[in-house]
């Protein structure tokens, strides 16, 4: 009812500004019903429909939060939020806060990642919300990328650590949603391995891997020569048989300059209320065309994906999708560009379906260096001696689970989960790398002999 | 009560409720205390169920300090020019609603709602105060500025057709057709107010175009400025929105100096040509640019108007012939240098300056017998950096009142006075002074008045030493005041202070001078037993008495550090006119008042002149052929029956249309109980005599916000400690009765009315 309303008032209006002045015809409107916020000028139904279109510049929007499965905090406080004068962030807010928002428009996407933390917020939600959330799954607005326990790390982790930590996590999407994931999300390791690529990519089903740190002169070239986007074979053994599509992402797994709108955030937000001062929707509109028109030079397709999210954002998810919506609403009215919510998966199916070839990559991305003189290769020694903790008790965990399995697993008593699960936290890139706190690192190291002991 | 909230907090609302959710579960599982989501309406309710006797609180909380050596009483001046501007926007939005609602509030057009809502805004507690960021405080006077330029539109649109009309009091229905510029559409409410006024139907471009100047408090007025060719006439329209008649000079400024003034019966009426003082010349140059090169002198042409009340009059400026008797008398202007006295007289009032630094000495009333010494000066407190032992680094900031001590260092180079200009003549005599570089003054005596009005113009205050600097004026008399003084709340009650104490618990003094800054918007005044020493002022700022029979108020301050309260900013004021100019100081033009008066008498002048300080006469100039006036039918207009006025104790605070066919009225009793033999007594009111163009159809008295009966209001009642007492038994005026129009104020009463008018079809 209220929209058959608002359509005649806009005749009305129409009208109005056809036979008087636009000033005019604004006064009016905001005198007779800027008391009624229905019927205000500052009441716009944002259109955030939209996908792909031929013939246009797409630009995948792919709302995100990057979080860290401890580093200057433990994992369990990212999780709650405390000790937050370290660091601001709080994972449970951030679930509860994107969940809502995901409901209040059904074209809004997010892509979730860190099975630590989803697992640890699934299990406190009541079966009404994990009702909610798993039609959200369903309908393909949150969907999970990666699905690991963590994001781990690819240089200080061993093969079997980074298969267990990723059966882990994909195990309980399988089980709770019924899902596989599709796309390997490794947007902040410092390098990455070629193990990453054929077996923890291409093996487990993976369509592409996406990270966002590569070696700054690399980076410099692959955008001349449009090679950020390649085809990626990390075995030399099995070459073809294990490829898969990798990318650098265009600006780490940040949003390009001046759009980022988490809550803190210093860029502008989308001013469109002619009741206001500084309406910025025009120049809002221009930075972002002028930044896709520029990211789409530099990649093959007609398809550029933009990371919107980085660490521990969206704990007021509100915050990004209010402008998000905006700008998909004001840049598709423009025209000039096409932007739309999107996903990895989304965005890979629609590179895909260009048919066109793709430079290939061999080996890996090791080691890496963001600018002169700033080569990330301590963190491979950084804290020995939980990096030898950790390869000690992989092997003690293929133990107890084998001497579990032979006496059949148990519904009370000690169990191997909780090394396992120790074991999946510790792989993450700032974990094993050593390149967390060091109360983290404590923490880590009790998780591990917490669930040694249980082996024991 | 947990008030679990802060800054701008909630804006993920998450974070709160799903902590609260849990503390009220875990606290209340415990069961040693309960916890539950509340409000304060809760809150009270649960309080008052308890029936328990409360103690007894009077007066206000001021002066605020929220630990030793910090005192708040800093942002009671800071961002003086703002504050003079809200206020002066405050009488304006008063007038620009009367007169929307003597033409009838209009659907499209200018109105007062921008106004409204920027006065609303700028109320704000880091709005007006002073404590805001530079860039916000731009913001608040942008606003403003839009609002009055509006509301400008608005007057200046509705003068033309009062003036224009032929006023009679009549309630015919009469929808003027220029009014309906643009179809009405789309509210499916056809019916709309009448115009109230009736006038004869003319062409829109016969209606006189009206110019306001928005500058006259620096002197810059263009369409008074404009060279008044012969065969011209400068219509000078003063609308008074106070609903007593008021005879006052005003002064407007003027290039011709042959000029003559008529009333509006065509009578010539005295006038006066008076000399800008140099702190004018200066302020003027500093926005307007030096025009004297390409500009004639220009001068202040004074003339006394009778304004009806509630209503307007208008006076004709023409030229006029060489040396006739009825030409604006030139004023004699005489530099004095010299030791002695000067002497000032006005009808009933002699004033003595000292020749030598123009400090006045002496005040002299011979009506009411009031003999007084008295001493006016500048001084300026040395603003702490906070460099000190005692609460260290608390500098004296946008809130905080910090001087490094108790001195307070004169203006005036004691070796080196600039000569004294005296300018005397047939209305107003005046003496110039230039205090210092950046301290000007204007004592200003009315022939008629029995108060003394100082015009200042004080900036950029020097900073080159380094030194932020607090600004004050005092004025010392030979009043034995012991400790005692009074300053205004909000502008209408005084409360008494007592220097270096406080009635609700044993004061550690530890700062003695801002310890006892107290926030003045009215007035501030001291008394012995003969005599009362009043200061009135024009905005809202910071006054003391620190020594008997002395009163201070601050008028500027300029600081270099931030006082750490949260604006992270030094209250360093400055003006940036053009690009490539390097920015200044900010430099305040203001007035204050001053009076002395026996003891009883004082509270009718501070009453009345803070009234009209309030709310000065509006001007709006035109021109026009000298011969032909078709434009101006109705020269002189009240919208109070004939003959009325309101009592001495009453005034209009709100006239206001809020919708079609509903007004907002405000009465205000302006006297405390006991503050005036006379006029401290209950007034009553006829309603219809307000209002002799139209006709009343129902009257309701409504809360003080105006959103529901006053008879509907329940406000709980709460118990007294024994012991604590009310003073005083108070009086309040009766309710309004059904059907009747007349209605009773008891002293510091405010009536709100929602009023209905009649209308024919």
């Not at chain 2, 008498?601 to 035109?622: D, E, H, M, V």
Request: aromatic share 10%; charged share 20%.
């Amino acid at each position: 009812m209220a929209e058959g309303m608002c359509s005649l008032l806009l005749l009305h209006l129409l009208l109005l500004c056809v036979v008087g002045s636009c000033e005019l015809c604004h006064a009016w409107w905001t005198q007779n019903y800027c008391y009624d916020d229905e019927f205000c000028p500052a009441v716009v139904d944002y259109d955030t429909r939209g996908g792909p279109v031929a013939g246009k510049l797409n630009v995948h929007l792919v709302s995100h939060s990057h979080d860290d499965v401890g580093w200057l905090k433990t994992v369990d406080q990212y999780y709650v939020g405390s000790n937050n004068s370290i660091q601001v962030a709080a994972v449970q807010y951030i679930l509860d806060s994107v969940i809502l928002a995901l409901q209040e428009d059904p074209n809004r996407k997010f892509i979730y990642v860190e099975q630590a933390f989803f697992q640890r917020w699934w299990r406190e939600q009541s079966k009404h919300k994990q009702r909610i959330v798993k039609r959200l799954v369903k309908a393909g607005q949150l969907e999970f990328i990666n699905g690991g326990w963590c994001m781990h790390d690819e240089a200080s982790t061993h093969y079997i650590d980074m298969i267990d930590q990723t059966t882990l996590g994909h195990r309980y999407i399988k089980k709770q949603f019924n899902k596989v994931p599709r796309i390997g999300w490794q947007i902040d390791p410092f390098g990455h391995s070629a193990i990453q690529a054929y077996l923890l990519g291409a093996e487990v089903g993976f369509d592409a891997v996406f990270f966002g740190r590569a070696d700054y002169q690399d980076i410099a070239k692959r955008r001349i020569d449009r090679t950020m986007e390649f085809v990626w074979q990390g075995s030399r053994t099995l070459g073809s048989t294990a490829q898969i599509l990798g990318g650098v992402l265009n600006n780490l797994y940040v949003p390009p300059h001046g759009f980022e709108f988490d809550i803190a955030s210093a860029d502008p937000p989308i001013q469109d209320n002619p009741l206001l001062y500084d309406i910025n929707v025009q120049e809002r509109v221009d930075s972002f065309v002028k930044l896709a028109v520029e990211q789409g030079k530099e990649f093959r397709t007609n398809h550029i994906m933009w990371t919107m999210g980085s660490d521990f954002t969206y704990e007021n998810a509100n915050t990004w999708f209010k402008q998000i919506d905006k700008l998909i609403h004001y840049v598709n009215k423009d025209g000039r560009v096409n932007a739309f919510y999107s996903t990895p998966s989304i965005y890979v199916d629609a590179n895909h379906a260009e048919n066109i070839p793709w430079p290939l990559k061999l080996d890996d991305f090791f080691p890496y260096a963001d600018r002169p003189h700033c080569y990330w290769t301590g963190y491979f020694t950084s804290r020995p001696t939980l990096k030898r903790y950790v390869r000690q008790l992989s092997a003690y965990l293929q133990v107890a689970r084998q001497l579990e399995f032979l006496i059949g697993k148990r519904k009370v008593g000690p169990t191997t989960d909780s090394l396992e699960e120790a074991m999946a936290v510790v792989q993450h890139h700032d974990g094993i790398s050593g390149t967390e706190q060091q109360h983290v690192a404590d923490d880590y190291a009790k998780r591990l002999a917490l669930g040694a002991a249980e082996v024991l | 009560m947990w008030t679990m909230g802060s800054d701008f907090t909630y804006e993920n609302a998450n974070t709160w409720f799903k902590q609260i959710d849990k503390l009220i579960h875990y606290v209340n599982k415990d069961g040693r205390v309960n916890a539950f989501y509340s409000t304060p309406s809760i809150y009270v309710d649960a309080n008052h169920a308890e029936n328990i006797p409360w103690p007894l609180k009077l007066d206000d909380f001021f002066p605020y300090a929220d630990r030793p050596h910090c005192y708040w009483t800093g942002y009671f001046t800071s961002r003086p020019t703002l504050k003079r501007y809200v206020r002066q926007l405050s009488a304006y939005l008063q007038v620009a609603r009367q007169l929307e609602f003597l033409i009838g509030k209009r659907k499209v057009g200018p109105t007062t709602d921008s106004l409204e809502e920027a006065m609303a805004v700028v109320q704000h507690h880091d709005g007006i105060s002073g404590t805001e960021q530079q860039h916000v405080a731009d913001d608040y006077a942008k606003r403003l500025a839009l609002g009055a330029a509006e509301a400008e539109e608005l007057v200046g649109s509705v003068l033309p057709i009062l003036l224009g009309s032929k006023l009679k009091a009549r309630y015919k229905k009469e929808i003027n057709s220029e009014m309906k510029t643009v179809p009405h559409v789309g509210s499916g409410n056809t019916s709309r107010s009448p115009p109230e006024i009736s006038y004869s139907p003319m062409n829109k471009d016969k209606l006189l175009k009206v110019q306001q100047c928005a500058l006259l408090n620096i002197s810059y007025c263009p369409p008074t400025e404009a060279d008044i060719v012969s065969g011209k006439s400068l219509v000078v329209v003063a609308y008074n929105s106070l609903g007593w008649a008021r005879e006052e000079l005003i002064r407007i400024p003027v290039t011709n100096s042959m000029l003559e003034v008529k009333d509006s019966k065509g009578n010539v009426i005295p006038s006066q040509l008076v000399p800008l003082s140099e702190g004018f010349e200066k302020v003027r140059n500093i926005y307007i640019g030096d025009d004297s090169q390409n500009k004639h002198l220009i001068f202040w042409l004074v003339f006394y108007v009778a304004v009806p009340p509630f209503g307007y009059n208008s006076y004709f400026v023409t030229t006029s012939m060489a040396n006739t008797p009825n030409q604006a008398s030139k004023s004699s202007v005489e530099k004095l240098d010299t030791v002695g006295d000067v002497v000032l007289k006005s009808r009933d009032l002699t004033l003595s300056l000292s020749k030598l630094n123009g400090q006045l000495m002496h005040f002299e009333n011979h009506r009411t017998k009031t003999n007084a010494s008295i001493e006016q000066s500048y001084c300026w407190y040395n603003a702490s950096d906070g460099n000190t032992n005692e609460s260290r680094l608390q500098a004296s900031g946008a809130y905080i009142f910090r001087p490094n001590s108790s001195t307070c260092f004169p203006v005036q180079d004691p070796n080196n006075y600039a000569p004294l200009k005296v300018i005397r003549g047939t209305l107003v005599d005046e003496i110039h002074q230039e205090i210092s570089p950046w301290v000007f003054q204007v004592v200003r005596l009315l022939k008629t008045s029995e108060h003394v009005e100082i015009e200042f113009v004080v900036g950029p205050i020097p900073i080159e030493d380094d030194l932020g600097k607090e600004l004050v004026t005092k004025l010392h008399t030979n009043i034995s005041s012991v400790g005692e003084f009074y300053t205004d709340s909000n502008g209408r009650d005084f409360v008494k202070r007592v220097r270096n104490y406080r009635s609700d618990w044993n004061l550690n003094v530890t700062e003695p001078v801002a310890g006892n800054y107290y926030p003045v918007n009215l007035g501030i005044y001291l008394k012995d037993n003969e005599k009362e020493a009043s200061l009135l002022v024009d905005r809202a700022i910071g006054g003391s008495s620190l020594t008997d029979g002395e009163l201070e108020v601050m008028l500027h301050r300029r600081l270099l550090h931030d006082d750490g309260r949260g604006v992270a900013e030094a209250l360093n004021e400055s003006i940036c006119i053009s690009n490539g100019e390097p920015c200044q100081g900010l430099v305040v033009q203001g007035q204050f008042f001053i009076n002395i008066d026996p003891v009883g008498n004082a509270a009718r002048w501070r009453r009345t002149q803070g009234q009209k300080i309030y709310s000065p006469l509006q001007l709006a100039f035109a021109m026009i052929p000298e011969t032909n006036h078709s434009t101006i039918t109705t020269p002189e207009f009240s919208s109070l029956i004939a003959g009325y006025e309101l009592p001495p104790n009453i005034v209009i605070i709100t006239l206001q249309e809020l919708d079609e066919k509903n007004l907002l009225l405000r009465l205000a009793h302006i006297y405390e109980a006991n503050e005036d033999a006379e006029l401290s007594q209950v007034a009553t009111i006829n309603l219809e005599n307000l209002f002799a163009h139209r006709k009343i159809d129902k009257v309701s008295e409504l809360s003080l916000s105006a959103n529901q009966l006053r008879s509907k209001m329940k406000p709980l009642k709460w118990k007294l400690e024994t012991g604590a007492q009310m003073v005083g038994s108070p009086i309040r005026g009766a309710p309004i009765k059904d059907g009747q129009f007349s209605i009773e104020i008891a002293p510091m009463e405010i009536k709100t009315l929602s009023i209905k008018f009649k209308y024919d079809n």
